[in-house]
C-alpha cells in the first residue's frame, strides 16, 4: 500500500499501535523536541503533538516518522514485524527501476495560499528542538527543492533551514552537497537568486529519498516513485517552475540569495554531537506559502541514535553504496550501515576477500564524497546486519596489521559535521578513512589455515544437527 500524504501513513500507525497522539499542551520551545529526543532514544513510537502552545487548534507537530524499522517497514507496505534483511532487500528490488512523476494542475497543499504581507513563517509551530540551537528550525525532516538551470535536474535534499524572521530562511547545505554545489555552480558565479521550495510534511518514502546520499542528476521524485510504486503527484510553486509534492503539509517558496549569508546554528546535528557554533548559512527570502488545513510541521529531533536519519537514511545510502562497489567489478553480497554508526561507518560482505578487494573498495568509495569514514569488510558467511557477528569477525579476523587500511580523504570530500575531526578539517570538508579487512586471506589453503568455526551450523555432523532440530519441542524449547 503506497501512502501518498503523512496523513494516511498517521493512520495506519494508529491502527497498529506505533503512533501516539499527546494531547496535552505541549511547548515549541525545547519541551516537544526533549519528549521526541527521550521517545526516539527508548525505542518509542512516532509522536502526533495535538496541542501547541501559542497556537490554535489544528496546528500540530508530528515527530520520529521513520525512527524504528517497523515504521520504515510500514512505509513500504510491508509487515511492521519485517526482519531488517528484508527491508533493505525490499528497497533494493524497488530501486531496480525508476517511476518518474505526474504533474497534476493542484493538490492538498494548495488550501491555503499566502503572499505578501501575509507571509509570516511563525504561523507554524517551528520548533526549538534543542538547548542552545541557535534559533526555531521549521525545516528539519523536510525535503529541499532546486533546479540545475543548465540541465533541467531537479534535486530533492534533507538540509536544516532556521527561521531568520518572518520573510527569511537561514540553512546550512554544505558546499559539497548536491545543492550547494546547483547553488555556488550556476546560481552564486552569476549573482542571480536561485528559486527554492522547503517541503514539509510529505509522504514518508519521499522523505526518505531525499534524505539519501543519490548520485549525482539521479532524480529523487523518479525513485521515490518507484518506492511507492506508482509516480509521485507533483504540482507546480506558485512563484516560480519548481514542481513539489501535491500532497505535503506545508510547501515554503523562496529564493536562495546569491550575495548575502544569514547567522545560523548552532544545531544538534545527527551524529549526536554539536560540533559547529553560528556560522553564516545561506539566506532564503520567502516568496509565497502554501498549505493545507490544520497543517503538520515534521520534525526530527536529532541526537544519539536511533532515529529517523540513523534508521531510514542508510538503507538508501547504503543500496547506493552497494550499486557503486559492484559497477566497480567487485565480488560485493551486500552492504550494511546499522543505526549507531550514524552515517559514519558502512559494513560490506564479499564473496572473495582479501587486502587487494579491500584496497579497490576504498578506491571506488573514495572517488566520491565520503560520508563514510570507517570500512568493515566481511565474508558472506557474516550476517552483517548482525552487529554481533560483526564485531566477532573484526575481533578474531582482521589482522592488527596487515587487516588495517588508512587513506587521506582529499579537502572537500569529507563530512563537514564528523565529531572526530578537528574544528580545521570540519571547515575544510577533509579527514580520512580506514576499512578494516575482516576476511580470511584468500590465498590460505582451507584446509590447514582457515580454522573451523564452532557453531551449531558448522561444527556438527548432519545427522546430529537433523536430530537436534526434530526434537527441539521433545526438549522443551520453543
Not at 504561523?123 to 534559533?135: C, K
Not at 509565497?288 to 526530527?300: D, E, K, Q, Y
Not at 596489521?401 to 564528523?418: E, F, N, Q
Request: with cysteine; glycine share 8%.
Amino acid at each position: 500500500m503506497a501512502f501518498k500524504d503523512l496523513r494516511s501513513f498517521v493512520a495506519a500507525l494508529e491502527r497498529t499501535g506505533d503512533v501516539v497522539h499527546i494531547t496535552k499542551e505541549v511547548d515549541w520551545d525545547q519541551e516537544a523536541g526533549a519528549i521526541a529526543r527521550r521517545v526516539t532514544e527508548m525505542g518509542g513510537p512516532a509522536l502526533m503533538f495535538d496541542c501547541i502552545k501559542d497556537y490554535p487548534p489544528g496546528y500540530r507537530i508530528f515527530a520520529g516518522s521513520l525512527a524504528t524499522h517497523r515504521r520504515v517497514a510500514l512505509a513500504l507496505g510491508m509487515a511492521p514485524d519485517t526482519p531488517v534483511k528484508q527491508i533493505f532487500a525490499e528497497y533494493e528490488k524497488r530501486n531496480e527501476i525508476t517511476i518518474p512523476p505526474r504533474v497534476v494542475p493542484t493538490g492538498p497543499c494548495k488550501e491555503n495560499i499566502l503572499r505578501g504581507d501575509d507571509i509570516d513563517l511563525y504561523r507554524f509551530p517551528a520548533p526549538m528542538v534543542h538547548t542552545g540551537d541557535g534559533g526555531r528550525y521549521i525545516g528539519t525532516w523536510c525535503i529541499a527543492v532546486c533546479k540545475d538551470p543548465d540541465t533541467s535536474w531537479t534535486n530533492w535534499g534533507m538540509y536544516r533551514f532556521m527561521i531568520y524572521n518572518r520573510r527569511h530562511l537561514a540553512g546550512w547545505p554544505r558546499l559539497n552537497s548536491h545543492m550547494g554545489m546547483i547553488l555556488h555552480s550556476n546560481y552564486v558565479k552569476h549573482n542571480t537568486r536561485m528559486p527554492m521550495a522547503l517541503v514539509i510534511g510529505a509522504d514518508p518514502l519521499s522523505s526518505l529519498i531525499a534524505s539519501a546520499s543519490l548520485r549525482k542528476e539521479v532524480s529523487e521524485p523518479d525513485v521515490a516513485g518507484a518506492m511507492l510504486q506508482e509516480p509521485v503527484e507533483l504540482v507546480r510553486c506558485e512563484t516560480s517552475d519548481l514542481l513539489v509534492p501535491a500532497h505535503a503539509e506545508i510547501v515554503i517558496e523562496g529564493e536562495v540569495l546569491p550575495d548575502q549569508v544569514g547567522q545560523e546554528g548552532p544545531f544538534g546535528e545527527f551524529p549526536a554531537y554539536r560540533t559547529e557554533g553560528i556560522r553564516m548559512g545561506v539566506a532564503c527570502r520567502v516568496t509565497a506559502i502554501t498549505h493545507r488545513t490544520s497543517p503538520i510541521l515534521s520534525m526530527i529531533s536529532l541526537g544519539t541514535p536511533p532515529d529517523d536519519c540513523s534508521v531510514a537514511t542508510p538503507i538508501a545510502s547504503a543500496i547506493a553504496v552497494k550499486k557503486v562497489l559492484q559497477r566497480h567489478g567487485l565480488p560485493v553480497i551486500d552492504v550494511n550501515s546499522p543505526p549507531h554508526a550514524v552515517l559514519h561507518t558502512i559494513v560490506i560482505s564479499v564473496s572473495r576477500g582479501g587486502s587487494e578487494v579491500t584496497e579497490k573498495i576504498l578506491d571506488a568509495i573514495t572517488l566520491r564524497r565520503s560520508d563514510w569514514n570507517k570500512v568493515f569488510v566481511v565474508d558472506d558467511d557474516i550476517d552483517i546486519f548482525d552487529m554481533g557477528q560483526v564485531l566477532h569477525a573484526f575481533s578474531v579476523k582482521c589482522h592488527p596489521v596487515r587487516g588495517v587500511h588508512v587513506r587521506d580523504i582529499p579537502p572537500g570530500k569529507a563530512h563537514a559535521l564528523t565529531p572526530a575531526y578537528s574544528p580545521e578539517e570540519r571547515r575544510a570538508m577533509k579527514g580520512g578513512i580506514v576499512a578494516f579487512d575482516c576476511t580470511w586471506p584468500p590465498e590460505w589453503p582451507r584446509e590447514t589455515h582457515i580454522p573451523v568455526r564452532n557453531s551449531f551450523n558448522d561444527i556438527y555432523a548432519e545427522e546430529i544437527k537433523a536430530k537436534v532440530l526434530a526434537n527441539w519441542k521433545a526438549y522443551g524449547l520453543s
